[in-house]
């Protein structure tokens, strides 16, 4: 998204459509899970009453749960309906897809961003 290579968001949890680490996307992502975001309780509380429950663990599916802090690849729909909801968590630009920019604003984003570790 800022006209370099797409950073990794996450290998642990492992994240992205692909499951690569990457918020990378295909023809089959209906999704469009390409914003890369830092979990906040506030965001996870909001997914879960939103009928997206990213904390409670799925073992058959390899998935242990989300907890702040946690970098996880976000549907950019879901992202900015929690921004306009005031619950949006923390971008990493240099991990967001620029398909982002298809369905979220650059200017909100950055508003959301945070300083590369």
């Known amino acids: 998204m800022l ?6 968001c996450s290998t642990d949890p492992l994240t ?3 499951r690569d680490g990457c918020c990378r996307t295909g023809d089959d992502d209906a999704g469009t899970h390409t914003v890369c ?3 906040t309780a506030e965001f996870l509380e909001f997914t879960v009453r939103a ?5 409670t663990p799925r ?3 390899g998935f242990a749960g989300l907890v702040a802090g946690d970098r996880w690849c976000l549907c950019a ?7 306009e909801s005031g619950r949006a968590p923390p971008v990493v630009l ?3 897809h620029e398909k982002t920019l ?3 604003p650059l200017d909100l984003l950055t508003r959301h961003a945070v300083t590369p570790a």
Not at 3 to 8: E, H, N, Y
Not at 77 to 83: H, I, N, P, Q
């Open 3 to 8: 006209g370099g290579p797409l950073a990794s």
């Open 16 to 18: 992205g459509f692909f």
């Open 37 to 39: 975001a830092v979990m």
């Open 51 to 55: 009928g997206n429950d990213l904390v």
């Open 59 to 61: 073992p058959q599916w």
């Open 77 to 83: 729909a879901r992202w900015l309906e929690a921004a």
């Open 94 to 96: 240099e991990a967001t």
């Open 102 to 104: 298809a369905i979220v």
